[in-house]
């Protein structure tokens, strides 16, 4: 019923007496020769193997009755097979050990390149590692140098915020006070050596000057210039002023000629002051 293990007891018995004759024969067994042991136990395994599968596919064309007696063996074996510890193809220690020891050679070549490797890796990350500590600490310290300077301003800032305000005010008072005294400074040469005609006075120039002042309230030229300076200020985009009877023709003559207002292009009445910039 069980013919497998039978034949595994046999080559058992064949390793074990084959084994004093190899011991016999000395004990320098080299790795091919190891190999050659091992590949003659599979090719005999393998052969055991072949020899079932053979018999299971006779089995497949024998009657009913014989296939179910010859799958309840093959199941009795198979539970046998099941229940036996596996056992190694050969007990000879000196095969075992030189087969084992190109093993471990060969394991041992393979781990040194992993090592190397790996090392190689390791190597290339401690470099990037560097890299990125120097570059975090110059980050550092540009962010505190940034941050050190954001607090000193912001201090500087809210302390000197008020005195810039004051400063601001003294300046624009101080500006003011000085239009202002050269508003007067001109005004006064204006009417100095700018006067309005006399009706006083004696001559026909004046005389006719004074008749002529007499009917129509003449503006001094500081008003004139005033008028001009004040148009263009508040409607650039039509800085022309009508001249009517109170502008007296000769400042506007004088205006004119001296380059300081021009006439518009269309209507000769009237007038603005020159684009100085």
């Known amino acids: ?17 084959s084994s004093p004759s190899s011991s016999d024969a000395g004990c320098n067994v080299n790795v091919m020769a190891a190999k050659a042991v091992l590949v003659e136990e599979c090719e005999e ?13 006779l089995a497949d064309t024998e009657a009913d009755d014989e296939a179910v007696n010859r799958l309840i063996a ?35 070549s393979q781990l040194k390149m992993v090592l190397s490797y790996s090392q190689s890796k390791l190597d290339a990350q401690k ?24 607090t000193r301003l912001r201090h500087e800032n809210e302390k000197s915020e008020h005195s810039i305000l004051q400063d601001m005010k003294r300046k624009i008072n101080n500006l003011k006070d000085y239009h202002s005294s050269l508003m007067e400074i001109l005004s006064d040469m204006l009417a100095e050596h ?8 004696n001559g026909t120039k004046k005389k006719r000057a004074a008749a002529y002042d007499a009917e129509i309230n003449l503006i001094s030229l500081s008003e004139i210039i005033e008028r001009l300076t004040n148009k263009t200020l508040e409607t650039p985009h039509d800085p022309y002023v009508a001249t ?19 006439r518009h292009p269309e209507d000769c009445n009237k007038i603005r002051l020159e684009m100085f910039f």
Do not use: C, H
């Not at 470099?127 to 600490?137: F, H, M, V, Y």
């Not at 700018?194 to 006075?201: E, N, T």
């Open 1 to 17: 019923m069980s013919p497998a293990p039978s034949k595994q007891t046999e080559m058992e018995q064949d390793s074990q007496s």
């Open 45 to 57: 395994q393998f052969g055991v193997l072949q020899k079932l599968q053979n018999e299971i596919i």
């Open 74 to 108: 093959i199941t009795s074996e198979l539970e046998q097979w099941q229940e036996m510890e596996p056992k190694l193809l050969t007990t000879n220690p000196e095969v075992l050990v030189a087969v084992g020891k190109e093993e471990l050679q060969r394991l041992n």
């Open 127 to 150: 470099k990037i590692l560097k890299r990125e500590q120097t570059w975090q600490a110059e980050k550092k310290e540009a962010l505190n140098a940034v941050s050190e300077k954001i």
């Open 194 to 201: 700018f006067p309005l005609p006399d009706p006083l006075g």
């Open 244 to 262: 009517d009877d109170t502008f007296w023709p000769p400042y506007t003559e004088m205006l004119l000629r001296n380059g300081i207002a021009i």
